[in-house]
């Protein structure tokens, strides 16, 4: 346990929270504009298709396949859509791309000594290079996440509505009576995480290859692996304790 809180993965999170302040800086906002467009509103223009399909295919097959009512199919639409499906398959979107980007950048700028010389002319790497990617993936994370939610959503209860003949305002009114806050802040503060850990993770695997690294491809494989197990990992634990102990074990009781 002592070697996990000391790994450095969470030493580069906490050195990064520590510096968000240098966020209002003009030249770090600078490249903080510019990686969010470059890592999150890039990627989330191939989300639309894939969200309305997952969406309607949820309705489709509680409705036909479940043999239910529309009233499940709203149910599964929150449960599995707002609650988990939709933060991690936007996770795993952004690994595929936006981590791979950022483990390039790093891995690069260690190959050419770029953040050693940046240190040499008193210029901070973590305020300049790691903060900006990182602090862009955590909001284009939550951004594109609830965009993908929405358009699932929506674009599912729309698209069911014409395929199998369901009352779309029934189904609209079911939906917004079905869903509460703590599904919006349970998905806010997950997606958040997981902008986190899609920033760091690629920095840490990238600044670990460092100059040896012979093989960028390998690097960029073992980033995208850790970086999902990471994901993984936190998304079973944080759930287990929202919806397990919290509402139904420990605390509860």
């Not at 510019?34 to 223009?45: C, S």
């Not at 009233?71 to 859509?81: P, S, W």
């Not at 595929?96 to 008193?122: F, K, N, Y």
Request: glycine share 6%; charged share 10%; hydrophobic share 60%.
């Amino acid at each position: 346990m002592a070697t996990f809180w000391r790994s450095d993965t969470l030493q580069l999170i906490a050195a990064v929270a520590g510096s968000v302040p240098s966020l209002r800086q003009e030249r770090v906002r600078t490249v903080f504009w510019q990686q969010f467009i470059r890592l999150g509103l890039d990627p989330a223009a191939s989300i639309f298709f894939r969200a309305a399909m997952i969406g309607t295919i949820i309705i489709a097959y509680v409705i036909k396949v479940l043999a239910s009512n529309s009233g499940m199919a709203i149910d599964f639409l929150v449960y599995a859509v707002v609650r988990e499906v939709g933060p991690l398959l936007t996770a795993i979107l952004l690994i595929l791309r936006s981590s791979v980007l950022v483990t390039g950048d790093v891995l690069q700028m260690v190959q050419r000594d770029e953040l050693a010389r940046m240190r040499a002319m008193g210029i901070a790497p973590l305020v300049h290079v790691f903060l900006p990617r990182i602090a862009a993936l955590t909001v284009a994370c939550v951004v594109v996440t609830f965009y993908f939610e929405l358009i699932a959503v929506m674009g599912g209860i729309v698209l069911a509505s014409l395929v199998l003949d369901i009352s779309l305002v029934g189904m609209l009114t079911g939906f917004v009576d079905t869903l509460h806050l703590v599904d919006l802040v349970y998905s806010l503060i997950k997606s958040a995480a997981f902008g986190v850990l899609l920033g760091v993770v690629p920095c840490v695997v990238a600044l670990r290859a460092g100059r040896t690294a012979s093989d960028p491809v390998a690097v960029v494989s073992r980033s995208m692996m850790t970086t999902l197990m990471y994901v993984t990992l936190f998304n079973a634990l944080f759930a287990y304790l929202v919806y397990g102990v919290l509402f139904f074990g420990i605390v509860k009781n």
